[in-house]
Nanobody, 114 residues
Framework: QVQLVESGGGLVQAGGSLRLSCATS????????MAWYRQAPGKERELVAS???????VYADSVKGRFTISRDNAENTVYLQMNNLKPEDTANYYC????????WGQGTQVTVSS
């Protein structure tokens, strides 16, 4: 069974930074793209950022210029560097392929205080 293990979340003040990591049993070099998603309470899960096998990145408008997605194919790990965090970034963050597969990890909680 595919494993996705997210880590790096926490409580941070507005303007702060966090770096999320996603360790996976997926051979990420074999998939078209990996992505980070997030889900805030009472809201639907949304795409935050994705990165293709070739390194092409896509970001949600709300995080452009603040978040950076990257990948380490050798380690099967995907990262999300989050800078200048805002309270509206508060959510549980998940990684998965894009398009996503049905199995999700537990995610990692990011809470940004104002």
């Amino acid at each position: 069974q595919v494993q996705l293990v997210e880590s790096g979340g926490g409580l941070v003040q507005a303007g702060g930074s966090l770096r999320l990591s996603c360790a996976t049993s997926i051979n990420i070099f074999s998939v078209t793209a990996m992505a980070w998603y997030r889900q805030a309470p009472g809201k639907e899960r949304e795409l935050v950022a994705s990165i293709t096998r070739g390194g092409i990145t896509v970001y949600a408008d709300s995080v452009k210029g603040r978040f950076t997605i990257s990948r380490d194919n050798a380690e099967n790990t995907v990262y999300l560097q989050m800078n200048n965090l805002k309270p509206e970034d508060t959510a549980n963050y998940y990684c998965n392929t894009r398009p996503y597969r049905p199995n999700w990890g537990q995610g990692t909680q990011v809470t940004v205080s104002s």
